[in-house]
């Protein structure tokens, strides 16, 4: 046993730090003066020991300069001193060592001692405070290890003490020193490095490119984290230095041949002239072949000039290469030369400058995003549409092209003005090269094959390897055979394949008429993602879009609107859908169809038969999963209208109470038709008064069924008979009364049960004076007692 | 083992359910056939028709037999109107007593018998002309019906030309007829706005 002398003194310990939270690898002791602090010492396990302050027990702590190493035996320290009680933490570690005073048990590269005796930080934690900065770290840049900021806010993690904007915990992640607000003095500040340019706070050239972060963010306009901003494989640094190059351009002289070909093949990256001469005497200028070198030129090779290309057009700009090369001296394998999302050929066709990019350069007016004419269709958008900038109305049709855009029409057609008889909808397209590469240029145009008088429509990549969704407002009921063409490889492209042939596809209908949808039929396979790099997957190949709409007509001829969506119980909707040729619709009743019908389930068309009571059936078809539906409202008559039978008088005998008309009875609501059902007159006893009292009791016998035919535009359903509507002959003496029958009127559909709809009144009105009014259904005709015509 | 016990117990319950659902839809549901259309001939209930013909509508099933029971109906309703021409005169819907008393009135309550009987005559005949009229109108509105969904099948390519006819010719009708009621599908059919005109191919007949 080995016995030492430890000292309890009343506040005559300076507490470091408050006391830690309770540890798996530490015990609490306490122990009276005159007593013996004691623990047995585990074989090679090493102890070090914190003393309680005695005016503050157990929260604030110090280390004692004790390190000790167990031996199978009782460690044992007298404890002495002026507090009536002392408090001791033991603390201990397994490491193997043999050399526990130097040993770093934490791995904060301080040793043990040094931290017990010099720094007061815990030899078994790394980072004593808590705070994530190790200990260390925090004494190398003078900052408190057993402060995580809680008594000086510099000393923790978010404290900041160079002032530089970038937190102690960013400062040492980042190798920065917290104490300098430029630690790599590059000129860049530690924060701006870290978040803004994303480069090394420590490191005054993070790229290794030979240009410092500083220049190369304010100087040169490259990117200080690439060291070969253009990708030409020439180090930044050695095409400002060296090669008088421009490190933000693969193609320096803007002679199509990238500038470390151009160094490697003894050629002038800075000359552009020398792109017009021929090194191989082939009559085949360098940078003509140059950009054919995929199909086998080379400037260097001589090559038969007469088997060259000239008549393509492999960039699908409308111009062939001849006219480019010759006549333009723009890049044949570039359908938009000078990158600014117009073509070549517009650009030309227009007075504009296709070998300058006018999206940094150029008139304000030429700018891809102005729009000079005013049409609401900017420069890069009339290039889509072929349409004059100049000129809101290219054909002089009277419709401007954005009107003629959107409605559907051809801007570059005077004889197609007016919108589609359907209307149309918006479909998106969304295609291009999403792959990492962002190599491709494709070109996405629908040939029209029904339904569309217009030409063909198309939309092109406006950049490389930017896949784009643009809109086309298509006709309804039309249908497209749907192309991906390649359009070009990115001339800043390096890898290989070149090209890489990858691409995405995808059509979506937008709009919103759910009898219209946009149904794409891909039997070859050619929509979605295609990363087949070797081969140009759509190549050949096509899918076809149905612009597919359900439209429906009514059996019945009136009203006059057939393709009315609401209609009457029993009636009959011719549905159809177009383009005839859509691949196997089905057909299918949703909504909530009552007895209502709809047959067959199979093809282009379909009948739905509205069920015998109200009811709101939808007829849906799906095509290929996409589902266009018409909704239906059904309704039953609700009223009688009685009106008096054309040809017909007023009957009356003279000298007796009496009146009476023909009338023919109409069927509300007055927009749908009742053509399918058939009505009839309920029992029911009249009520009489005055004159009429006697009468009281009177019953109206159940009439037979009458069918409904067609009327007439305004009131499109009338029963098929007349209705005789007159008083008895009365005789004087006359007073006033009136008699009543409140007749229920009934309807069925197809023979089926019958259903009251209406209760028409037959009123009729005796005056004192003999004068006699018959009204029924809102129609009333009067009588005077005198009055000698009748016709009937 | 309580919960085991669950287990297996609520395994159970899953495995019956999907069979208490397969019988109740095997519910039997109106059924259309040649037998109940043809009955149509001897008691001339244009009702009959009717729900034979919206039977059919509901129903699922092979498009070619709906489409030969759609004939039957056809050929039935427009023998019927062969046969039946439409009456002349108006039906009413209320008469009035010959006598000069409200129309509408129930006979029972015209107290001269020999005017009552008049009056009864009178409402007798009126009935009668009003359910030949409306039997005729019914009758024609299901022929035209049937017309219409004959079309839809053949623009559909559910059924050719050469079936409809030879559906129309199995019925005991006259020639003439036979061949107007060929006629008038063909002409309903080459009306429709979509539709493959008569000799161009036809598209693949789909299974409904």
Redesign the interface.
């Given at each position: 046993m080995r016995s030492r002398l430890l000292a309890i003194f009343a506040a005559a310990i300076t507490a470091l730090s408050l006391a830690p939270a309770q540890e798996q690898n530490s015990e609490i002791i306490q122990v009276s003066p005159d007593m013996f602090l004691r623990w047995y010492g585990h074989d090679d396990r090493t102890y070090f020991v914190q003393v309680s302050d005695p005016n503050d027990h157990l929260r604030k702590w110090t280390w004692a300069t004790i390190i000790e190493t167990g031996n199978d035996e009782d460690i044992s320290y007298e404890v002495d001193g002026t507090a009536d009680k002392g408090f001791f933490r033991l603390w201990f570690s397994d490491q193997p060592t043999t050399d526990p005073d130097g040993d770093d048990f934490d791995y904060d590269g301080l040793t043990n001692w040094d931290e017990v005796s010099t720094h007061q930080t815990n030899p078994l934690k790394w980072d004593s405070d808590d705070d994530g900065l190790p200990d260390d770290w925090e004494i190398l840049h003078g900052l408190d290890p057993n402060d995580d900021g809680t008594t000086d806010p510099a000393n923790g993690a978010n404290g900041d003490p160079d002032g530089d904007g970038l937190i102690n915990l960013d400062e040492y992640w980042y190798y920065a020193d917290p104490n300098l607000a430029d630690t790599d003095g590059d000129g860049l500040n530690d924060f701006d490095e870290v978040w803004v340019y994303y480069t090394y706070p420590d490191s005054t050239d993070t790229d290794w490119d030979g240009l410092d972060d500083f220049a190369e963010v304010f100087t040169y306009g490259t990117d200080p984290w690439n060291w070969d901003t253009d990708e030409d494989t020439l180090p930044d640094g050695d095409e400002v230095l060296i090669h008088s190059t421009d490190p933000t351009e693969m193609d320096t002289d803007g002679d199509w041949m990238w500038d470390d070909w151009e160094l490697a093949n003894n050629l002038d990256p800075t000359d552009a002239a020398d792109g017009l001469l021929d090194a191989d005497s082939d009559t085949l200028s360098n940078q003509l072949e140059f950009v054919f070198l995929d199909q086998g030129y080379d400037p260097f090779v001589a090559n038969n000039a007469a088997a060259f290309p000239w008549a393509n057009d492999p960039d699908w700009d409308g111009l062939t290469t001849q006219v480019e090369f010759v006549t333009h001296l723009t890049n044949p394998r570039q359908h938009d030369t000078d990158g600014d999302g117009m073509s070549d050929a517009w650009e030309i066709a227009q007075g504009f400058n296709a070998k300058v990019n006018n999206l940094k350069a150029g008139p304000a007016n030429q700018h891809p995003d102005a729009d000079p004419d005013g049409d609401g269709l900017t420069n890069g958008e009339e290039s889509g549409l072929g349409t004059n900038p100049n000129d809101p109305d290219t054909d002089g049709d009277g419709v401007d092209d954005k009107t003629e855009n959107d409605q559907g029409s051809n801007p570059n057609d005077p004889n197609d003005s007016q919108p589609p008889p359907n209307g149309t909808i918006p479909v998106d397209v969304d295609f291009g090269d999403t792959s990492g590469s962002h190599s491709e240029k494709y070109r996405v145009q629908l040939t029209p094959l029904e339904g569309d008088p217009g030409g063909v429509r198309f939309r092109t990549n406006r950049q490389y390897g930017q896949p784009q969704t643009d809109t086309f407002h298509l006709p309804k009921g039309a249908k497209y055979q749907v192309e991906l063409i390649h359009i070009g490889t990115s001339p800043r492209y390096r890898g290989t394949p070149k090209p890489d042939y990858d691409y995405t596809l995808s059509i979506n209908s937008g709009g919103n008429d759910p009898a219209c949808a946009a149904i794409v039929d891909d039997p070859q396979g050619i929509m979605g993602g295609h990363n087949e790099s070797n081969s140009f997957f759509a190549q050949g190949k096509t899918a076809d879009l149905y612009i597919a709409l359900m439209t429906s007509e009514t059996?019945a001829t009136l009203p006059t609107d057939r393709k009315r969506k609401k209609v009457g119980v029993g009636e009959?909707v011719?549905l159809?859908?177009?383009p005839?040729s859509l691949p196997?619709p089905t057909w299918a009743l949703a909504g909530t169809p009552g007895t209502s019908?709809?047959?067959?389930?199979?093809?282009?068309?379909?009948?739905l038969?509205a069920g015998e009571r109200a009811c709101t059936p939808s007829t849906e078809a799906t095509i290929n999963g996409v589902t266009v539906k018409i909704d239906f409202e059904v309704v039953e008559p609700d009223g009688v209208v009685m009106e008096q039978e054309p040809g017909t008088g007023i009957w009356h005998?003279q000298g007796?109470g009496?009146a009476?008309f023909k009338g023919r009875?109409y069927f509300a609501p007055f927009d749908v038709s009742f053509?399918?059902i058939?009505i009839?007159?309920d029992t029911c006893v009249g009520t009489g008064t005055g004159y009429f009292l006697g009468?009281t009791g009177?019953?109206?016998?159940l009439?037979?069924?009458?069918?409904v035919?067609e009327g007439d535009a305004a009131k499109p359903s009338k029963?098929?008979?007349?209705?005789?509507?007159?008083?008895?002959?009365n005789n004087p003496p006359f007073s006033a009364g009136t008699?009543e029958?409140p007749i229920p009127w009934q309807f069925r559909v197809?023979?089926?049960a019958a259903k009251t709809f209406a209760t028409v009144t037959?009123q009729?009105t005796m005056e004192a004076t003999g004068r006699t009014t018959m009204a029924k259904g809102g129609h009333s005709v009067s009588k005077e007692l005198n009055d000698p015509s009748s016709n009937f | 083992m309580k919960t085991r016990h669950l287990q297996i117990l609520s395994f159970a319950l899953a495995l019956s359910t999907p069979v208490n659902i397969a019988s109740a839809g095997d519910e039997k549901k109106p059924e259309s056939s040649l037998e109940k259309i043809t009955e149509f001939r001897q008691s001339e209930?244009?009702?009959?028709l009717?729900?034979q013909l919206?039977f059919?509508?509901?129903q699922?099933g092979s498009?070619s037999d709906?489409a030969k029971l759609i004939c039957a109906i056809l050929v039935e309703a427009d023998k019927f109107l062969v046969n039946h021409e439409r009456p002349k005169g108006?039906?009413?819907?209320?008469?009035?007593p010959p006598g000069?008393?409200?129309?509408?009135?129930?006979?029972?309550?015209v107290a001269d018998p020999i005017e009552r009987a008049a009056y009864q005559k009178l409402i007798d005949e009126?009935?009668k002309l009003?359910?030949t009229?409306?039997k005729h109108?019914?009758v024609a509105?299901i022929r035209?019906?049937a017309v219409?969904?004959l079309a839809?099948?053949r623009?559909?390519?559910?059924i050719d030309e050469a079936e409809v006819d030879a559906a129309i010719r199995q019925h005991e009708i006259s020639e003439d007829q036979k061949i107007a009621l060929g006629q008038l599908v063909k002409a309903a059919t080459a009306n429709?706005?979509?539709?493959?005109t008569d000799g161009a191919a036809e598209?693949e007949k789909?299974?409904?």
């Open positions: 059996v009959e011719n159809t859908l177009t005839s196997s019908a709809l047959n067959p389930l199979t093809g282009i068309s379909s009948v038969t005998i007796k009496s009476g009875p053509k399918y058939e009839r007159e009468d009177q019953v109206h016998p009439g037979q069924w009458i069918g035919v029963g098929d008979g007349v209705d005789t509507i007159k008083t008895g002959a008699f029958w197809g023979g089926g037959h009729e | 209930d244009d009702t009959l009717a729900q919206q059919l509508k509901k699922t498009p709906k108006t039906p009413a819907l209320n008469i009035a000069g008393g409200r129309s509408g009135v129930d006979p029972a309550s009126n009935k009003a359910e009229h409306r109108a019914a509105k035209d019906s219409n969904l839809v099948y623009v559909n390519g559910l429709k706005a979509q539709h493959p598209p789909p299974k409904e």
